[in-house]
């Protein structure tokens, strides 16, 4: 079984795709301009964002130059999405979020009440997405059986997105410190995990009908906001701070929600289960080795 057809309205999808990534390119453009007039620090994190999106856009390649997979081997593919997401909510999101809280002078429950607060207004975020996507003519046309699928697909692909933001402004606030060699690394690890993030994000869109070139062309657009954040989070230091643990637990609340409500089922939704969780626990052994072993 192989994965339908791209929708006969795709063409408006990937020109509306290919606007918007134009778009961010001129605002990157505009922004490595004003960053020129700037400190080292502003310059660092620019290259740190940067770096993170360069690789997010490299784990779209694999499904750039596939052909087509079987359904059994999506499901797999999705179900290791689910676990190297699922990881990197519980090594980059919810761990540093709480780390940050604590920094900024909260107790250890105080800490811990904020995040949890910040992944419920995740979820609600998600939630809200949910009936926005719902009622949204990208689903006008397309088989109905196939709305839920399309549906979770698209909420993953803003949900990914979200955990960016949070990224790229602890990339941003960590060149805006006193410690360089920590701010590479950071970088360096956020870019590392960012990898099989882009490669995820392509994937959720071509499991549901969608062209190569269209998924991978938002697996790239999923990490443009990171150098964005980096300038923002470096120029802003001392707001970047403050907002760092709520963005990062929001961005966790809303992946976990993704993972589970949406992901999880689809990757189970055509017979697969066993394989399909098999993937899931080595998706997360992988990425829990990036985030912890090798940032």
């Given at each position: 079984?192989h994965?339908?057809?791209?929708?006969?309205?795709?063409?408006?999808?990937a020109?509306?795709?290919?606007?918007?990534?134009?778009?961010?390119?001129?605002?990157?453009n505009?922004?490595?301009?004003?960053v020129?007039?700037?400190?080292?620090?502003?310059?660092g994190a620019?290259?740190?964002?940067?770096t993170?999106?360069?690789?997010?856009?490299?784990?779209?390649?694999p499904?750039?130059?596939s052909q087509?997979f079987?359904?059994?081997?999506y499901?797999g593919?999705?179900?290791?999405?689910?676990?190297?997401?699922l990881?990197a909510?519980?090594f980059?999101?919810?761990?540093?979020a709480?780390?940050?809280?604590?920094?900024a002078g909260?107790?250890?429950?105080?800490?811990?009440?904020?995040v949890?607060?910040?992944?419920l207004l995740?979820?609600?975020l998600?939630?809200?997405?949910?009936?926005?996507?719902r009622?949204?003519?990208?689903?006008?046309?397309?088989?109905?059986?196939?709305?839920?699928?399309i549906?979770?697909?698209?909420?993953?692909?803003?949900?990914?997105?979200?955990?960016?933001?949070?990224?790229?402004?602890?990339?941003?606030?960590a060149?805006?410190?006193?410690?360089v060699?920590?701010?590479?690394?950071?970088?360096?690890?956020?870019?590392?995990?960012?990898?099989?993030?882009?490669?995820?994000?392509?994937?959720?869109l071509?499991?549901?009908?969608y062209?190569?070139l269209?998924?991978?062309?938002?697996?790239?657009?999923?990490?443009?906001?990171e150098?964005?954040?980096?300038v923002?989070?470096?120029?802003?230091?001392?707001?970047?701070?403050g907002?760092?643990p709520?963005g990062?637990a929001?961005?966790?609340?809303?992946?976990?929600?993704?993972i589970?409500?949406?992901?999880?089922?689809?990757?189970?939704?055509?017979?697969h289960?066993?394989?399909?969780?098999?993937?899931?626990?080595f998706?997360?052994?992988?990425?829990?080795?990036?985030?912890t072993a090798l940032a």
């Amino acid at each position: 079984m192989h994965i339908a057809r791209a929708f006969p309205h795709s063409w408006r999808l990937a020109l509306g795709g290919a606007i918007c990534l134009a778009g961010v390119l001129a605002l990157l453009n505009d922004l490595a301009g004003e960053v020129r007039s700037f400190d080292s620090r502003v310059h660092g994190a620019l290259l740190g964002g940067a770096t993170a999106a360069l690789a997010t856009a490299l784990g779209t390649l694999p499904v750039l130059l596939s052909q087509k997979f079987s359904q059994r081997t999506y499901d797999g593919f999705l179900g290791f999405g689910a676990g190297v997401m699922l990881a990197a909510t519980a090594f980059s999101l919810v761990m540093p979020a709480i780390a940050a809280s604590k920094d900024a002078g909260a107790g250890p429950f105080q800490a811990s009440l904020t995040v949890g607060g910040a992944i419920l207004l995740g979820m609600g975020l998600v939630l809200l997405l949910d009936r926005v996507v719902r009622h949204e003519s990208l689903l006008d046309g397309v088989d109905p059986a196939r709305n839920d699928s399309i549906k979770r697909a698209w909420l993953f692909v803003a949900a990914v997105a979200i955990h960016n933001l949070p990224e790229g402004l602890a990339i941003g606030v960590a060149y805006a410190g006193v410690d360089v060699v920590k701010a590479h690394s950071l970088a360096t690890g956020i870019s590392i995990q960012d990898v099989p993030e882009g490669l995820v994000v392509a994937l959720a869109l071509r499991t549901v009908g969608y062209g190569r070139l269209f998924s991978c062309a938002l697996g790239v657009a999923s990490g443009l906001i990171e150098p964005v954040a980096a300038v923002a989070g470096a120029m802003l230091i001392e707001y970047a701070r403050g907002l760092l643990p709520w963005g990062l637990a929001l961005a966790a609340g809303a992946m976990l929600f993704v993972i589970t409500h949406d992901v999880v089922p689809e990757s189970h939704r055509n017979g697969h289960r066993t394989s399909a969780s098999c993937a899931v626990v080595f998706g997360f052994i992988v990425m829990m080795v990036l985030d912890t072993a090798l940032a």
